[in-house]
């Protein structure tokens, strides 16, 4: 059994005192099945994601720094859910990608070249200080081109920078298989979930990135009653992630 232990976890006062916990706590375990990261703490896990050897070679290839390492239980979730979204009409949506790090792990993992499906990715890619949005340390005027080139040997990937909901209205698929929402504030997701939702087809599967975080319980106070309205419960993932399938 294999184990995968990280240090990264998000708000801890003092992050050494912090290790030196999780340290105490392994040592009273068997040492199997171990997983630190991301605020989670297993232990007699099977953690089959570690057997999937070409899901550990997509993440393995494009994963850069420690937060993205960090988070390969989330990223697992994607790869899972944009694998059974191949069976399902219409095209993959992300808003935001960022880097398109966790994009381009999908692409990988089920061989998106050879699938006749479109991938529409999204993202400001820039930060400034009159920009309402929270910054991360890569946005930058290059990100925007960077994620270009990340994709380029893939005709059906389109990168588009803009502000969503509103670039949605400009580009974007009129059938989507899988939906990943990733923009850390609730009205922007709200706005893309009122123009996407009725186009995700039925088994089509959404994926809430933020939606089980304290820090971004807004995004979940806002997204409940829109999907109870519908007749839907999002499912909470001890990821952190909010899983609805259509
Ligand atoms: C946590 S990152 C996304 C990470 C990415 N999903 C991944 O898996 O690697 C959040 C991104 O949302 C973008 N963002 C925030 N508000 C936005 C908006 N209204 N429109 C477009 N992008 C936005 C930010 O620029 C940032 O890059």
Same mark, same amino acid.
């Given at each position: 059994?294999?184990?995968?232990? %990280? +240090?990264?976890?998000?708000?801890?006062?003092?992050?050494?005192?912090?290790?030196?916990?999780?340290?105490? *706590?392994?040592?009273?375990? #068997?040492?199997?099945?171990?997983?630190?990261?991301? +605020?989670?703490?297993?232990?007699?896990?099977?953690?089959?994601?570690?057997?999937?050897?070409?899901?550990?070679? *997509?993440?393995?290839?494009?994963?850069?720094?420690? #937060?993205?390492?960090?988070?390969?239980?989330?990223?697992?979730?994607?790869?899972?859910?944009?694998?059974?979204?191949?069976?399902?009409?219409?095209?993959?949506?992300?808003?935001?990608?960022?880097?398109?790090?966790?994009?381009?792990?999908?692409?990988?993992?089920?061989?998106?070249?050879?699938?006749?499906?479109?991938?529409?990715?999204?993202?400001?890619?820039?930060?400034?200080?009159?920009?309402? $949005?929270?910054?991360? &340390?890569? $946005?930058?005027?290059?990100?925007? %081109?960077?994620?270009?080139?990340?994709?380029?040997?893939?005709?059906?990937?389109?990168? %588009?920078?803009?502000?969503?909901?509103?670039?949605? $209205?400009?580009?974007?698929?009129?059938?989507? *298989?899988?939906?990943?929402?990733?923009?850390?504030?609730?009205?922007?997701?709200?706005?893309?979930?009122?123009?996407?939702?009725?186009?995700?087809?039925?088994?089509?599967?959404?994926?809430?990135?933020?939606?089980?975080?304290? #820090?971004?319980?807004?995004?979940?106070? *806002?997204?409940? &009653?829109?999907?109870?309205?519908?007749?839907?419960?999002?499912?909470?993932?001890? %990821?952190?992630?909010?899983?609805?399938?259509?």
């Amino acid at each position: 059994m294999k184990n995968y232990l %990280t +240090n990264m976890f998000w708000g801890p006062a003092d992050h050494d005192e912090f290790s030196n916990g999780i340290q105490l *706590a392994i040592n009273q375990v #068997a040492p199997h099945g171990i997983f630190t990261g991301d +605020n989670i703490f297993t232990f007699g896990r099977n953690l089959s994601f570690l057997d999937d050897e070409k899901f550990i070679a *997509a993440f393995s290839k494009h994963v850069e720094t420690d #937060a993205e390492k960090a988070i390969i239980w989330r990223i697992n979730i994607l790869c899972w859910a944009a694998r059974q979204s191949l069976r399902i009409e219409g095209d993959f949506v992300e808003c935001a990608c960022y880097k398109g790090i966790s994009a381009r792990i999908i692409c990988d993992y089920v061989e998106f070249g050879k699938r006749d499906k479109g991938y529409y990715l999204y993202d400001l890619f820039e930060h400034s200080s009159e920009m309402s $949005h929270h910054s991360m &340390p890569e $946005h930058s005027i290059d990100l925007y %081109t960077q994620v270009k080139k990340r994709f380029a040997d893939l005709r059906q990937v389109h990168v %588009t920078q803009g502000a969503v909901p509103e670039i949605l $209205h400009q580009v974007s698929p009129n059938k989507i *298989a899988f939906l990943h929402l990733d923009l850390n504030n609730a009205s922007a997701e709200l706005g893309a979930l009122e123009l996407l939702f009725d186009r995700v087809s039925t088994g089509g599967i959404i994926i809430l990135d933020d939606y089980g975080w304290l #820090a971004y319980r807004a995004q979940k106070e *806002a997204e409940d &009653p829109f999907f109870e309205k519908r007749g839907y419960r999002v499912l909470e993932l001890p %990821t952190g992630q909010g899983l609805v399938i259509k």
